[in-house]
């Protein structure tokens, strides 16, 4: 009887860790109010800025820099809870529709691209940019 007991307890142990999400999912509110700026170390190869609008405190674009080269300005078009979207230029491809999933497990900040052109398929996990001295 004992058994049985035990094992309808790791049944339902089971079922819930399912349920669970790995990462939990941001508002864009804690989005804003973690770092504005996000790179993957001393290279500084990928450093992606999250820029607010006049009052601070809704999305206006992101500023996604990859090594020295490629540099790309995303207009926020909309975001909702954890997911921005916009669109950018690529070459000469204009007006690209990207959509950006974010999570957070600190320090890192994991933004996910999603759509049309070069930052299709890209993700990069990003510690914040240490604040000046």
């Known amino acids: 009887m004992a058994k049985k007991g035990i094992l309808v307890l790791l049944m339902v142990a089971l079922m819930v860790l399912v349920g669970c999400e790995d990462t939990p ?4 509110e804690e989005v804003l109010s973690l770092d504005r700026e996000w790179y993957n170390g001393p290279s500084y190869d990928v ?39 916009g669109t950018y230029t690529d070459g000469d491809e204009a007006d690209l529709p990207i959509s950006v999933h974010l999570s957070y497990s600190a320090p890192n900040l994991t933004f996910t691209f999603t759509g049309e052109g070069f930052l299709n398929g890209k993700t990069y996990s990003l510690i914040p940019i240490p604040a000046a001295p």
């Open 25 to 28: 999912s941001l508002t864009m």
């Open 47 to 85: 450093h992606i800025s999250l820029v607010a609008n006049d009052t601070e405190t809704d999305l206006d674009h992101l500023d996604v820099c990859l090594t020295l080269s490629s540099m790309y300005y995303i207009p926020v078009t909309s975001y909702n809870e954890d997911t921005i979207h």
